[in-house]
């Protein structure tokens, strides 16, 4: 009891002081003064961030250096950091720092997360055609940290046993326009600078510049000539121990930005990736002897041998000894203490184990909230774009104005299927078995599954003729599809080809078919990839929970879900891979025991569900104020009396005003004040016979908290169609009459 009264007020001690930490506003520390740029107007990042974490602010802390970020950061001051590759690495070395996203710039005419060094020269300097040719010359580079515009080049030339003592004269200009005007001018010899910048300023001079050293057989991945290797860009890095959730919504905002918008212009970037592996610059600082690194490698073996020599044998003499007296006592108990050892190995390992488990599930779970309440806000827009834009359709157009509304309603069907699969990553959509072709799901999602792959990656699709059906929910199908591209992408980082094809087939106990199968008929989806191939001993384990071959970047969720769809449709999947040959995924799905013709998504005509008697009243209550309005013109379009309502509140005093009855009540399940649910009980005393129609954009599990579970109520989900709301309003007032 004691201990518990302790714990209470220790509780209510550091209460004020959690909530202190909770409401103060997140720092961003970023190196605003470099190469003579003026700092940027960060408001449209912070702004966006905040969107992302529920209204708390985010300042931006503008620093002069790499030394003052890492006084900031030792002095506990910064939150996130947006750090160049070396600033990165050196505050790996005194703190807990973790990249959540890699800086994306533009390379030419391609977005890329990589940066490399251009060292280059006028054009009509003939003798200076390679690297080593720069010995004995005036080099001018951008500055001693910059990564790309002088450490990558400067290992190269370390690789070619020059130093910096072989130049003629090496000096630094903070300016990218200055390092390349002198290189023009001849005031300099040699100019370095990073590639994508040179890029930009190539036809600068009047007589052209020239690239020295670049490799033979360039990386595909950077589409513009460079000196030197890839490195990674700068990183977005969280610091210190943070809350995971927040490090989780910083990310997923991050990963959300568009090139060019106000966020990535914010901070003069083209967007955000999944970050990549900072290891090679770790490498390459240990190799020059940067930063932290500066006394790494210098005292060799054998001169310390020669300068100790005296201590090191004494310590030897004296190690030997213990080890002697040591090994003597250990043997009665070396049985028992490898037994123990043993058993506590196991055990961490377990704990590790499941506390990774734990971290994966509680981050997905953080995005998957984020996206059901994005998922939510896009049906309550995609129910106004997508119903108007059908009533547009019904009228009459010139072909020209029909062919753009059309396209409206197209983009507005695909974004619905968008909101689906944000729905079906946060588990929060319920599946449509339906029977599929899977010729069409493959033709419709071609287009995302192209920008998957890249533009490095050739995409192969051959339809099978004549494809029976087979059951299961499109959205599902797609999130197969794109999971199964994904992994075949990344197994591939240099380029490749993936194909995609389908056919019939018939297992009848005997063939290269997975054993689980029973005899039948089967629709086969193969996915094949030439990338880098598998062990057999990471093929046992490619379907397990959480488990990746793609390090901190992976979840380990991407295939263990494609395993649980086929076989929630009573399917198989067969996989051959080999080391070197690439991989073959083979998915087999019953086929649908009857054929039925599902028809895709369609244009509404004008044929609405028949119009009652002009005496039915219907009350709309919708707290959004676009969607009621829809929805009243589209049930008085129908010849319908509407009454509307903002709220629960107000639908109340509508119905207890008035003495003439409500033949139907159409409400959304989530209102400001009183839900759906209680306005729903209120109005079947007052209206006993009278029917009750639920809508909403929000995921099942936040209308049945509400109390009202899809399939035991009438309910209409967002976005719905005129057509949709028309037939279900009539179906449900001729029951109420029947």
Same mark, same amino acid.
């Given at each position: 009891?004691?201990?518990?009264?302790?714990f209470?007020?220790?509780?209510?001690?550091?209460?004020?002081a959690?909530a202190?930490?909770?409401?103060?506003?997140?720092?961003?520390?970023n190196v605003?003064?470099?190469?003579g740029?003026p700092?940027?107007d960060?408001?449209?990042?912070t702004? #966006? $961030?905040?969107t992302?974490?529920d209204g708390?602010?985010?300042e931006?802390?503008p620093l002069?250096s790499?030394e003052? =970020?890492v006084q900031?950061? !030792?002095a506990?001051?910064l939150d996130?950091?947006v /750090?160049?590759?070396?600033a990165l690495?050196t505050l &790996?070395?005194r703190?807990?720092?973790r990249?959540?996203?890699t800086?994306?710039?533009l390379a030419g005419?391609?977005?890329t997360?990589?940066l490399a060094g /251009?060292v280059?020269?006028?054009?009509?300097?003939q003798?200076?055609q390679r690297l080593e040719?720069?010995?004995?010359?005036?080099?001018?580079?951008?500055?001693?940290?910059?990564?790309?515009?002088w450490?990558?080049?400067?290992?190269?030339?370390h690789?070619?046993g020059i130093? %910096?003592?072989?130049f003629?004269?090496l000096?630094?200009?903070f300016? #990218?326009?200055?390092v390349a005007a002198?290189?023009c001018?001849?005031a300099?010899?040699?100019g370095?600078?990073?590639a994508?910048?040179f890029h930009?300023?190539?036809d600068?001079?009047p007589?052209?510049?020239?690239?020295l050293?670049s490799?033979?057989g360039?990386?595909?991945? #950077?589409?513009i000539?460079?000196?030197?290797p890839l490195?990674?860009?700068?990183a977005?890095?969280?610091v210190g121990e943070?809350?995971?959730? *927040?490090?989780?919504r910083?990310?997923?905002?991050?990963?959300?930005?568009? /090139?060019?918008?106000p966020?990535?212009?914010?901070?003069g970037v083209s967007?955000?990736?999944?970050p990549l592996?900072?290891?090679?610059?770790?490498?390459?600082?240990?190799?020059l002897?940067?930063g932290?690194y500066?006394s790494?490698?210098?005292?060799?073996f054998? %001169?310390a041998?020669r300068?100790?020599?005296?201590?090191?044998?004494?310590?030897m003499l004296?190690?030997?000894?213990?080890?002697?007296?040591a090994?003597?006592?250990s043997?009665?108990?070396?049985?028992?203490?490898?037994?123990s050892?043993?058993?506590q190995?196991?055990?961490?390992?377990e704990?590790?184990?499941l506390?990774?488990?734990?971290q994966?599930?509680?981050?997905?779970?953080?995005?998957?909230?984020v996206a059901?309440?994005?998922a939510h806000?896009?049906?309550?827009?995609?129910?106004?774009?997508?119903?108007?834009?059908?009533?547009?359709?019904?009228?009459?157009? &010139?072909?020209e104005t029909?062919d753009?509304?059309?396209?409206?309603n197209?983009a507005?069907r695909?974004?619905?299927?968008?909101t689906?699969?944000l729905l079906?990553?946060?588990r929060r959509?319920?599946?449509?078995?339906?029977?599929l072709?899977?010729?069409t799901?493959?033709? !419709?999602?071609?287009p995302?599954?192209?920008?998957?792959a890249?533009e490095d990656?050739?995409?192969?699709i051959?339809?099978?003729?004549?494809?029976?059906?087979?059951?299961?929910?499109?959205s599902?199908?797609?999130q197969?599809?794109?999971?199964?591209?994904v992994?075949a992408?990344?197994? =591939?980082p240099?380029g490749g080809?993936i194909?995609?094809?389908?056919?019939?087939?018939?297992?009848n106990?005997?063939?290269?078919?997975p054993?689980?199968?029973t005899?039948?008929d089967?629709?086969?989806?193969?996915?094949?990839d030439?990338g880098?191939g598998?062990?057999a001993?990471t093929?046992q384990?490619?379907?397990e929970?959480?488990f990746?071959?793609?390090?901190?970047?992976?979840?380990?969720?991407?295939l263990s879900t494609?395993y649980?769809i086929?076989r929630q449709r009573q399917?198989?999947?067969?996989v051959?891979?080999?080391p070197?040959q690439g991989?073959?995924?083979?998915?087999?799905?019953?086929?649908a025991r009857?054929?039925?013709d599902v028809?895709?998504?369609a *244009? *509404?005509?004008?044929?609405?569900?028949?119009a009652?008697?002009?005496?039915?009243r219907?009350?709309v209550v919708? !707290?959004?104020d676009d969607?009621r309005?829809?929805?009243?013109?589209?049930?008085r379009?129908?010849? #319908?009396?509407?009454?509307? /309502?903002s709220?629960g509140?107000?639908?109340m005093?509508?119905? %207890?005003?008035?003495?003439?009855?409500i033949?139907?009540?159409?409400?959304?399940?989530?209102?400001r004040? =009183?839900n759906?649910?209680e306005l729903?009980e209120?109005?079947e005393q007052a209206?006993?016979?009278?029917?009750?129609?639920?809508?909403?954009?929000y995921? !099942?599990d936040v209308t049945a908290?509400k109390?009202?579970?899809?399939?035991s109520?009438a309910?209409l989900?967002?976005p719905?169609?005129?057509?949709? $709301?028309?037939s279900?309003v009539a179906?449900?007032?001729?029951s109420?009459t029947?």
């Amino acid at each position: 009891m004691l201990r518990g009264v302790a714990f209470a007020v220790a509780w209510i001690i550091c209460l004020p002081a959690v909530a202190a930490a909770q409401e103060r506003p997140l720092r961003v520390g970023n190196v605003t003064s470099q190469f003579g740029a003026p700092p940027p107007d960060f408001a449209p990042l912070t702004d #966006y $961030l905040s969107t992302f974490l529920d209204g708390r602010r985010v300042e931006v802390v503008p620093l002069e250096s790499i030394e003052q =970020m890492v006084q900031v950061v !030792d002095a506990g001051q910064l939150d996130f950091v947006v /750090a160049s590759p070396v600033a990165l690495v050196t505050l &790996t070395t005194r703190h807990r720092v973790r990249p959540i996203a890699t800086v994306t710039q533009l390379a030419g005419d391609r977005v890329t997360p990589f940066l490399a060094g /251009a060292v280059f020269v006028r054009s009509d300097r003939q003798d200076l055609q390679r690297l080593e040719d720069a010995r004995d010359q005036r080099v001018l580079a951008l500055s001693r940290l910059a990564l790309g515009g002088w450490l990558a080049s400067m290992r190269e030339w370390h690789r070619r046993g020059i130093s %910096e003592a072989d130049f003629g004269r090496l000096q630094f200009d903070f300016s #990218y326009q200055q390092v390349a005007a002198k290189v023009c001018s001849g005031a300099t010899d040699v100019g370095v600078l990073p590639a994508n910048v040179f890029h930009t300023l190539r036809d600068s001079c009047p007589g052209g510049f020239r690239v020295l050293g670049s490799p033979q057989g360039r990386d595909g991945r #950077y589409p513009i000539t460079v000196s030197t290797p890839l490195y990674p860009e700068a990183a977005f890095a969280a610091v210190g121990e943070l809350d995971e959730d *927040v490090v989780t919504r910083v990310a997923v905002a991050l990963l959300a930005i568009d /090139a060019g918008s106000p966020a990535s212009r914010a901070v003069g970037v083209s967007g955000f990736t999944a970050p990549l592996s900072y290891t090679p610059v770790q490498q390459l600082m240990q190799e020059l002897r940067i930063g932290p690194y500066e006394s790494f490698g210098r005292l060799t073996f054998t %001169e310390a041998l020669r300068q100790h020599a005296g201590k090191v044998l004494i310590g030897m003499l004296g190690f030997v000894s213990v080890l002697s007296f040591a090994f003597v006592r250990s043997r009665r108990l070396n049985a028992r203490l490898e037994r123990s050892i043993e058993q506590q190995g196991r055990a961490e390992h377990e704990r590790q184990h499941l506390e990774s488990q734990l971290q994966q599930s509680r981050r997905l779970e953080s995005i998957g909230r984020v996206a059901g309440g994005v998922a939510h806000d896009f049906n309550n827009l995609l129910t106004v774009i997508n119903g108007y834009s059908q009533i547009l359709l019904t009228g009459p157009l &010139t072909a020209e104005t029909r062919d753009e509304v059309e396209q409206i309603n197209k983009a507005g069907r695909r974004a619905a299927e968008l909101t689906n699969q944000l729905l079906t990553f946060s588990r929060r959509q319920v599946t449509d078995v339906v029977p599929l072709d899977l010729n069409t799901v493959i033709h !419709d999602a071609e287009p995302l599954l192209r920008r998957l792959a890249g533009e490095d990656v050739q995409l192969v699709i051959t339809p099978g003729l004549q494809l029976a059906r087979s059951e299961g929910d499109v959205s599902q199908t797609n999130q197969v599809l794109m999971n199964l591209v994904v992994n075949a992408r990344d197994a =591939m980082p240099g380029g490749g080809r993936i194909d995609i094809a389908t056919e019939n087939q018939t297992v009848n106990g005997s063939g290269s078919h997975p054993p689980e199968l029973t005899p039948g008929d089967y629709v086969v989806l193969s996915v094949t990839d030439t990338g880098a191939g598998m062990s057999a001993e990471t093929r046992q384990q490619i379907f397990e929970p959480f488990f990746s071959t793609k390090g901190d970047a992976g979840t380990g969720l991407g295939l263990s879900t494609v395993y649980g769809i086929v076989r929630q449709r009573q399917g198989a999947i067969d996989v051959w891979s080999e080391p070197g040959q690439g991989s073959r995924f083979r998915i087999f799905l019953p086929q649908a025991r009857q054929e039925i013709d599902v028809e895709a998504p369609a *244009v *509404v005509t004008a044929a609405h569900a028949p119009a009652p008697v002009g005496s039915r009243r219907i009350l709309v209550v919708e !707290d959004q104020d676009d969607v009621r309005g829809f929805a009243t013109e589209v049930l008085r379009s129908s010849g #319908y009396q509407v009454m509307q /309502a903002s709220s629960g509140d107000e639908a109340m005093r509508f119905f %207890e005003s008035r003495h003439e009855p409500i033949h139907l009540l159409l409400t959304d399940v989530v209102l400001r004040g =009183m839900n759906g649910r209680e306005l729903a009980e209120r109005f079947e005393q007052a209206f006993p016979a009278a029917g009750i129609l639920f809508t909403s954009g929000y995921p !099942d599990d936040v209308t049945a908290r509400k109390g009202v579970p899809r399939g035991s109520v009438a309910f209409l989900a967002k976005p719905y169609s005129p057509e949709a $709301l028309t037939s279900r309003v009539a179906e449900l007032l001729n029951s109420a009459t029947a």
